[in-house]
T-cell receptor, first 115, second 110 residues
Framework: KAGVTQTPRYLIKTRGQQVTLSCSPI?????VSWYQQTPGQGLQFLFE???????NKGNFPGRFSGRQFSNSRSEMNVSTLELGDSALYLC??????????????FGPGTRLTVL | ELKVEQNPLFLSMQEGKNYTIYCNYS?????LYWYRQDPGKSLESLFV?????AVKQEGRLMASLDTKARLSTLHITAAVHDLSATYFCAVDPTGNQFYFGTGTSLTVIP
């Protein structure tokens, strides 16, 4: 079956702009999580959505937001981009939320560069 | 604040040798995951460990979990070049958020 897809794969933006990233989970998966990966901070949790509701949020400013649609697809938005937002943004899907041992499957990521 | 630490951060080893990567975490968790990441690529799931004493093996990799010591190990046997990658451990203490380790960058030298 098809894996997690993310679009676009690469983005170049300038400071102050906003950006929207998209994630389509594996068919049948209802939970989507987003992570930011940078060389300095490693992999950091942004937020998780399940059944169109944000269930958990990491320690990121309000400029980072997201949503999930009824078909489980998810988008994340970053407004007023800063240089430090340059990162690989990874989306992960899982069957459900809040249960032990629910494996997360990662998409290829979106590489965002802020100039 | 929950911390997940891996060591070493960088590992260079010769083909055919054995080595162990360690993952320590600072809170109670019965669930631990190992992932592999190739340069420029996403994370690939390697192992899911769900209980104290769990041991899983796939090819030249073997992972174990000691929840009492809050320690997991990833043992590499007779390393080959194809194992060169960055390896991450992650814990999920509450079932709703993964906390990732710092990563171990492994280079296997012919």
């Amino acid at each position: 079956k098809a894996g997690v897809t993310q679009t676009p794969r690469y983005l170049i933006k300038t400071r102050g702009q906003q950006v929207t990233l998209s994630c389509s989970p594996i068919s049948g998966h209802r939970s989507v999580s987003w992570y930011q990966q940078t060389p300095g901070q490693g992999l950091q949790f942004l937020f998780e959505y399940f059944s169109e509701t944000q269930r958990n949020k990491g320690n990121f400013p309000g400029r980072f937001s997201g949503r999930q649609f009824s078909n489980s697809r998810s988008e994340m938005n970053v407004s007023t981009l800063e240089l430090g937002d340059s990162a690989l943004y990874l989306c992960a899907s899982s069957l459900t939320y809040g249960l032990a041992g629910v494996e997360q499957f990662f998409g290829p990521g979106t590489r965002l560069t802020v100039l | 604040e929950l911390k997940v630490e891996q060591n070493p951060l960088f590992l260079s080893m010769q083909e055919g040798k054995n080595y162990t990567i360690y993952c320590n975490y600072s809170t109670t968790s019965d669930r631990l995951y190992w992932y592999r990441q190739d340069p420029g690529k996403s994370l690939e799931s390697l192992f899911v460990l769900l209980s104290n004493g769990a041991v899983k093996q796939e090819g030249r990799l073997m992972a174990s979990l000691d929840t009492k010591a809050r320690l997991s190990t990833l043992h590499i046997t007779a390393a080959v070049h194809d194992l060169s990658a960055t390896y991450f451990c992650a814990v999920d203490p509450t079932g709703n958020q993964f906390y990732f380790g710092t990563g171990t960058s492994l280079t296997v030298i012919p």
